[in-house]
C-alpha cells in the first residue's frame, strides 16, 4: 500500500536494504539508530589519515547485492572488486604460507607432499558442497514460514541422500575427506566465519565450501566496504527517506494488538503505520518489548557466537610481503577450537585475521602508510565478562605478527584502536558482544529462529542477522528480501 509510514530501527545492512525495497515502492522511510553514523557492524573507522572497516571485510554472493537493485528499479551504486586469492593461511613455527586460489590447480600445487592427491580429493568433497547447496538453499535459507509444521515439511522435501550429514560436525566431514592436519585445518576454516567451531557446526555448513570456492568466492568493494553503506543511504535519500541518529529505542507503546510508537532515550516517540526492527531480534524482544521467551535468563540458554576482539592500527610503513586478507593460526587447532568460545586462557595463543584494507585501497592509508584490522575470535561476555588484559592480548598479537611477517611492528605504529566484546556489546547493542548474534545451531534455524514478524503486534517486523536466515551481509540482504515479502502481503 503506498504512502505508509514506516519506522526502521537500526541501520545495519538489513535495515538499509529493507528501506531500499520499501522505498522504492512508495513508502515513506525514517531510521532512527543509536550510532552517529549508519551501517551497523558494516561500518568505518576514520583517524589521522587511516580508514579502516570496523567488522565485515569480504562478501559471498554478490549476485543478492545485485538482486536488491533490480528489485529496486536502480543501478548498482558500488563496484565489487573480486578476490583471489581468497585468502592466505599459515601456520605458528612455519614459513609455508597457503594462497587459496579459486584455480583448483593453482590450489593443489601447494598441498603437494602435504595432502596426497588433493586435488581429486578436494573435487570429490567441494562437489558434495555443491550438491547441498543446490538441495537446501531455495527449500530452507531463501524461504518465510509459517509455523514449525510448514518448516519441517519444507524440509522433508531436501533430498533423503543428505540425510547423513544431519548427524555430522563439519570436523567429521572434513576427516572424511582430508588427511593432513594443514588441509583439514585450511578447509574447515569457513566454519568459524560462521561464529562457533568446525566441531560444533554441522556438516551441512560444508555448502559453505562450495559458495567459497565455486559457486561466487569472495568480494571486496571499490573504495572500502563501507561504501557499501554510503552508496544505499545515497539512494535511500534520494527516494525521500530520512535518518536520525543518536536516537536509541528504549521503550514501546502498543493498542490492541498493534505496535503504536516505540520511545527513545529522550523520551521522545516515534510513530508509524509499520516497525521494522533491525536491532538485534532476540535481544529487542528481551529488552524494549520485555517478552517473557527472550527474558534474560531465557536469552543467556540460547546458542551464541563467539566474541571478536577487533584493532585497528595504523603503521609508517608498507608491507609487500602480506596478502589482502590472511589468517594466523597456531599447532593446537583442535584444542584452541574447543577452548575459544569459553575459555579466556585460550588468549595466551591466539589465532586472529589481518586485512591490509590500504592494499587494494590506497586511499585508506597516507603515503607509504599501511591500515591493518586484526580479528582475533574470543569468549563473548557470557564467558569472558573482563577485558583489563584487552592491551596484553593486542601486543601479544602484534609481537607475533611481527616474526610472522619478519617485520617488528612495534616502532613503526602511529595509531592503534580496539574494540573488546563488551565495545561491540555497548556500541551496537550485541547481546554479550557475540559478534555473529545467535548462532545456526540446527534448533535455531529456519522456523526455529527468532521469527521475521511479531507474535504480538501485527505491524511489527523483523530484519538482521539474528532472525532469518541468519549471519553474514548476504544473508542480511536475503533478510530483507523475506521481510519485505511479509510486509507486502500483510499490507
Ligand atoms: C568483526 C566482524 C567481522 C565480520 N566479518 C564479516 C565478513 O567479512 N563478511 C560478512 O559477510 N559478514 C561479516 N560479519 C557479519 C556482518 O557484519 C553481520 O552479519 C551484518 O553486518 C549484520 O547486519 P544486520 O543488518 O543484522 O545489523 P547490524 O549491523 O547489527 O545493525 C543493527 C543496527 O541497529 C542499531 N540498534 C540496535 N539497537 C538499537 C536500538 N534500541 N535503537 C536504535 N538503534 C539500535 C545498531 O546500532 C546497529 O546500527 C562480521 C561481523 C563482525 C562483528
Redesign the pocket.
Known amino acids: 500500500m503506498m504512502n505508509k509510514n514506516v519506522l526502521i530501527?537500526?541501520?545495519?545492512?538489513?535495515?538499509l536494504s529493507t528501506g531500499l525495497r520499501l522505498a522504492s515502492r512508495g513508502y515513506k522511510v525514517t531510521f532512527?539508530?543509536?550510532?552517529k553514523q549508519a551501517?551497523?557492524?558494516?561500518n568505518q573507522l576514520k583517524k589521522d589519515g587511516f580508514t579502516f572497516d570496523v567488522?565485515?571485510?569480504?562478501?559471498s554472493m554478490p549476485y543478492e547485492f545485485e538482486e536488491l537493485v533490480r528489485d529496486c528499479g536502480i543501478e548498482m551504486p558500488f563496484e565489487f572488486v573480486e578476490l583471489d586469492p581468497l585468502y592466505t593461511v599459515s601456520f605458528r613455527g612455519s614459513n609455508k604460507q597457503y594462497s587459496l586460489y579459486k584455480d583448483i590447480d593453482k590450489l593443489s600445487a601447494q598441498f603437494e607432499g602435504v595432502e596426497p592427491d588433493f586435488k581429486n580429493k578436494f573435487t570429490t568433497y567441494l562437489k558434495k558442497c555443491e550438491e547441498l547447496y543446490n538441495d537446501t538453499v531455495d527449500i530452507a535459507i531463501k524461504q518465510n514460514f509459517d509455523s514449525i509444521p510448514a518448516y519441517i515439511k519444507a524440509l522433508m522435501q531436501v533430498n533423503p541422500i543428505h540425510l547423513p550429514v544431519l548427524v555430522k560436525t563439519f570436523w567429521k566431514q572434513i576427516t572424511s575427506h582430508f588427511e593432513s592436519k594443514e588441509a583439514r585445518q585450511i578447509v574447515s576454516l569457513i566454519a568459524f566465519f560462521l561464529g562457533r567451531t568446525p566441531f560444533d557446526t554441522n556438516a551441512i555448513y560444508t555448502l559453505l565450501s562450495h559458495i567459497e570456492f565455486t559457486h561466487t568466492g569472495y568480494y571486496n568493494v571499490k573504495g572500502g566496504m563501507y561504501t557499501i553503506v554510503t552508496s544505499l543511504v545515497s539512494e535511500l535519500q534520494k527516494l525521500g527517506a530520512t535518518f536520525h541518529y543518536e536516537?536509541?529505542?528504549k521503550d514501546y507503546h502498543s493498542h490492541n494488538g498493534k505496535l503504536k510508537s516505540l520511545t527513545d532515550q529522550n523520551g521522545k516517540s516515534w510513530e508509524a503505520d509499520i516497525f521494522v526492527i533491525?536491532?538485534d531480534a532476540a535481544f529487542?524482544r528481551g529488552t524494549?518489548f520485555k517478552r517473557k521467551k527472550f527474558a534474560p535468563k531465557k536469552l543467556s540458554k540460547m546458542s551464541w557466537t563467539m566474541g571478536?576482539l577487533?584493532f585497528y592500527v595504523g603503521i609508517n610503513k608498507k608491507l609487500p610481503q602480506v596478502e589482502h586478507h590472511n589468517y594466523y593460526l597456531g599447532n593446537n587447532y583442535q584444542a584452541y577450537a574447543k577452548d575459544v568460545m569459553n575459555n579466556p586462557g585460550t588468549l595466551e595463543k591466539p589465532y586472529y585475521y589481518v586485512n591490509v584494507v590500504s592494499k587494494h585501497n590506497p586511499d585508506c592509508a597516507p603515503e607509504g602508510c599501511e591500515a591493518l584490522f586484526f580479528?582475533c575470535p574470543v569468549p563473548n561476555l557470557l564467558y569472558k565478562k573482563n577485558w583489563n588484559d584487552k592491551d596484553e592480548i593486542v601486543s601479544s598479537i602484534i609481537e607475533d605478527f611481527s616474526d610472522r611477517i619478519h617485520q617488528d611492528l612495534s616502532k613503526k605504529i602511529v595509531l592503534q584502536m580496539e574494540y573488546t566484546p563488551e565495545d561491540?556489546h555497548n556500541q551496537?547493542?550485541?547481546y554479550k558482544g557475540a559478534?555473529?548474534g545467535l548462532s545456526h545451531h540446527m534448533l535455531q534455524i529456519g522456523a526455529l529462529r527468532p521469527k521475521n514478524y511479531d507474535e504480538e503486534f501485527s505491524n511489527t517486523f523483523y530484519?538482521?542477522?539474528s532472525t532469518i536466515p541468519g549471519?553474514?551481509?548476504?544473508?542480511?540482504v536475503i533478510s530483507s528480501k523475506l521481510v519485505t515479502e511479509r510486509i507486502l502481503k500483510n499490507g
Not at 39 to 42: A, E, I, T, V
Not at 471 to 476: D, H, I, K, R, S
Open positions: 530501527i537500526g541501520t545495519g545492512l538489513g535495515g532512527v539508530e543509536k550510532n551501517g551497523g557492524r558494516l567488522g565485515p571485510s569480504f562478501f536516537t536509541e529505542i533491525n536491532a529487542f524494549v571478536y577487533t580479528v561491540w551496537f547493542n550485541l559478534g555473529l530484519v538482521g542477522a549471519a553474514g551481509l548476504p544473508m542480511a
